[in-house]
């Protein structure tokens, strides 16, 4: 029988963030692209996204802090590209 972790996690790191944009559709927009790049370890790292009053607000929780912090790092590189593309080509 394979192992599967231990059943109940201790998500003791996590971090929220909140990215203004000029209009809901905008979040929106960000929110389906950030939405495809699944964690690499969901076992041990979690995020959880809305959008809401043209913000998207996200929200990390890992076991440990280094996976937090290169989970947090990797997130913010794909958003930077996202909101950049947005402001590029998301124009009415």
């Known amino acids: ?4 972790g231990p059943v ?3 998500w003791d790191f996590s971090c929220n963030m909140d990215v ?3 209009t809901d559709q905008h979040a929106f927009i960000a929110y389906k692209a950030l939405s495809v790049d699944k964690e ?9 996204m809305s ?3 043209n913000k998207l607000s996200v929200n990390f ?3 440990e802090a280094r996976l937090l912090r290169a989970s947090f790092s990797a ?3 794909v958003l930077s590209l ?3 593309t947005v402001q590029e080509f998301g124009q009415d």
């Open 61 to 63: 929780e890992a076991i």
């Open 82 to 84: 996202a909101t950049r």
């Open 51 to 53: 959008v809401s009053n």
């Open 75 to 77: 997130f913010v590189d």
């Open 40 to 48: 690499l370890q969901p076992d041990k790292v979690r995020r959880a």
């Open 8 to 10: 109940n996690q201790n």
């Open 1 to 4: 029988m394979a192992a599967t």
């Open 20 to 22: 203004d944009f000029e």
